[in-house]
C-alpha cells in the first residue's frame, strides 16, 4: 500500500528540493567575461551589476589601466580597465563594452570594464585544467578551465583582485 502524504508535506517536500537546485545551480553558474585577451569566469555573487559603460571622469597622475571615476547612482565608483590591468593592450570602447560592478561586501566600489559579455557558463560543462608548474600563477585566478570549443576560461576570485597591492596603488 502506498504511503499517504498531506498536500502540505509534498507542497514543503517540493519547496525544499527547488531551493537545493536552485543553490546547486547557483554555486556551479558564472559569468563569462572577455576582458583584453583572456576569458574570465566570475561568481554571480561577488558582482552586484553589469551596466553599460557609463562616463568616466579621468584622474590625473594614475595608472594606464585606472580609467577613473564613474558616478554610479550617487555613488563614485572607481573604473578599472580589466584587460589592460592584466597587461593587455587598452580595452577598444565599443557598444559591446560592459562594467561589471564589484560586490558592495567588499567595500571596494569598484568596476572593471570588460570587452563583452559571454553569458553565463556552467563548471559542469568545463574541463578544469591542473595548474601547469612554472607557470604564471597571479593570487586572483581561483582556477583555470577548458570549453568545449577549446577556449581556456580562468576564474576571478574578486576577494583576491581587490586586496591585491597592485589592484590598490592606482597612482602611477
Not at 83 to 102: I, K, M, N, S, Y
Request: include cysteine; hydrophobic fraction near 40%; proline fraction near 4%.
Amino acid at each position: 500500500m502506498a504511503r499517504q502524504i498531506s498536500l502540505r508535506e509534498f507542497q514543503q517536500s517540493l519547496a525544499q528540493r527547488l531551493r537545493e537546485a536552485h543553490a546547486a545551480s547557483e554555486q556551479s553558474s558564472r559569468l563569462g567575461v572577455q576582458a583584453g585577451d583572456g576569458y574570465w569566469l566570475l561568481k554571480l555573487d561577488e558582482t552586484d551589476e553589469v551596466l553599460p559603460l557609463p562616463e568616466i571622469s579621468p584622474v590625473p597622475l594614475t595608472q594606464s589601466w585606472y580609467l577613473g571615476l564613474a558616478n554610479i547612482r550617487g555613488v563614485m565608483a572607481n573604473v578599472v580597465d580589466f584587460g589592460a590591468f592584466l597587461g593587455d593592450e587598452p580595452t577598444v570602447r565599443t557598444p559591446d563594452c560592459r562594467l561589471v560592478l564589484v560586490a558592495d561586501r567588499f567595500q571596494s566600489y569598484s568596476g572593471l570594464l570588460i570587452g563583452r559579455m559571454m553569458g553565463l557558463r556552467n563548471l559542469q560543462n568545463l574541463e578544469a585544467l591542473e595548474a601547469r608548474a612554472g607557470s604564471e600563477r597571479r593570487p586572483w585566478i581561483a582556477g583555470e578551465y577548458r570549453d568545449s570549443d577549446g577556449r581556456n576560461w580562468k576564474e576571478l576570485n574578486v576577494a583576491a583582485l581587490v586586496a591585491n597591492e597592485n589592484f590598490l596603488n592606482v597612482g602611477a
